[in-house]
């Protein structure tokens, strides 16, 4: 179900003993809360809280290429000048000209299941970094994801894996592009 530029989700996944699952949901939904309802209405998932429902954001500047944040739902706006001047040894200055625009995502993605998983072709090209942060809470828990693509399916469909699985999958194939930022 993933592009064939995502097989290495599911290959350094199952080689660090993670259990990666694809889920299928009943109706399509594009926003973090439209997801946790879903989820709360099945039976073993009534234990589902907001930030265990996870969210990557891409980030641009002019033709600059994009910086994502990987977050939980936190309800709030994350601001690039809080995180990227102490994660990327950014400027301040520099930093408040990223925004997020929902008509300019990464290839392999739609607004609406922008997955913390890219495309192998986008890391170093069209994505310069990625930003994890490390919301110790959640740390060990399962989270749902999008998992990317832009057929309407996709909207339908998440992953369930490990908070941090996400981090040491997102580290070992894409190395010093990827950064941990605690919250």
Same mark, same amino acid.
């Given at each position: ?5 995502? %097989?290495?989700? !599911?290959?350094?996944?199952? *080689?660090?003993?993670?259990?990666? &699952? ?10 973090? *809360? ?5 989820? &709360?209405?099945?039976?073993? !998932? ?12 891409? !980030?641009?500047? %002019? ?10 739902? !936190?309800? &709030?706006?994350?601001?690039? &000048? ?12 520099? *930093?408040?000209?990223?925004? +997020? ?63 941090? *699985? +996400? ?17």
């Amino acid at each position: 179900m993933l592009h064939e530029e995502q %097989n290495y989700v !599911f290959e350094i996944g199952k *080689a660090l003993g993670y259990e990666l &699952k694809l889920v299928h949901h009943k109706r399509p939904t594009i926003s973090c *809360a439209e997801k946790l309802d879903l989820l &709360k209405e099945g039976l073993n !998932f009534s234990e589902w809280t907001l930030d265990r429902v996870v969210k990557a954001l891409y !980030f641009s500047r %002019n033709n600059s290429p994009f910086i994502g944040i990987i977050t939980p739902e !936190f309800n &709030k706006n994350i601001k690039p &000048k809080e995180i990227f001047p102490r994660t990327l040894k950014m400027s301040n200055g520099k *930093a408040e000209r990223y925004w +997020i625009d929902p008509n300019h995502v990464p290839k392999g993605m739609t607004w609406g299941t922008c997955t913390p998983f890219p495309l192998v072709s986008s890391m170093g090209i069209e994505i310069s970094d990625l930003i994890f942060l490390d919301h110790s809470p959640i740390r060990n828990e399962l989270v749902d994801i999008s998992v990317g693509g832009s057929s309407k399916e996709m909207f339908e469909i998440s992953m369930h894996l490990p908070y941090m *699985a +996400i981090y040491e999958i997102l580290r070992k194939q894409f190395g010093e592009r990827i950064h941990l930022h605690p919250i």
